[in-house]
């Protein structure tokens, strides 16, 4: 049987994160059976093991932005009766 080796957890990471951010964090972590000390090393293990964020960041398109922009204003958006007029609008 192979033997662990020993990883010295002497270096600290300390910073500042939204409370409401870190409490939804971490009842994530609850249910994944993990401590946010715990989270945090296995992102950084992942970060190690991509050589990279292990996620996808992209900066959003002119595209995204626009869609960005009408979720702030609902009331801008068109409205519909029925699918039919959807459809009609729509062209389809």
Do not use: C, W
């Given at each position: 049987?192979?033997?662990?080796?020993?990883?010295?957890?002497?270096?600290?990471?300390?910073?500042?994160?939204?409370?409401?951010?870190?409490?939804?964090?971490?009842?994530?972590?609850?249910?994944?059976?993990?401590?946010?000390?715990?989270?945090?090393?296995?992102?950084?293990?992942?970060?190690?093991?991509?050589?990279?964020?292990?996620?996808?960041?992209?900066?959003?398109n002119?595209h995204?932005?626009?869609?960005?922009?009408?979720?702030?204003?609902?009331?801008?958006?068109?409205?519909?009766?029925?699918?039919?007029?959807?459809?009609?609008?729509?062209?389809?």
């Amino acid at each position: 049987m192979r033997k662990a080796a020993h990883i010295s957890m002497s270096d600290r990471i300390n910073t500042r994160i939204d409370t409401g951010l870190k409490k939804k964090a971490i009842k994530v972590f609850d249910r994944l059976g993990l401590t946010d000390a715990e989270a945090i090393r296995l992102f950084y293990a992942q970060v190690e093991l991509h050589q990279g964020i292990p996620f996808p960041l992209v900066i959003p398109n002119a595209h995204a932005l626009d869609a960005f922009e009408e979720a702030t204003h609902p009331e801008k958006l068109p409205s519909f009766k029925n699918f039919r007029a959807i459809r009609s609008r729509t062209g389809t």
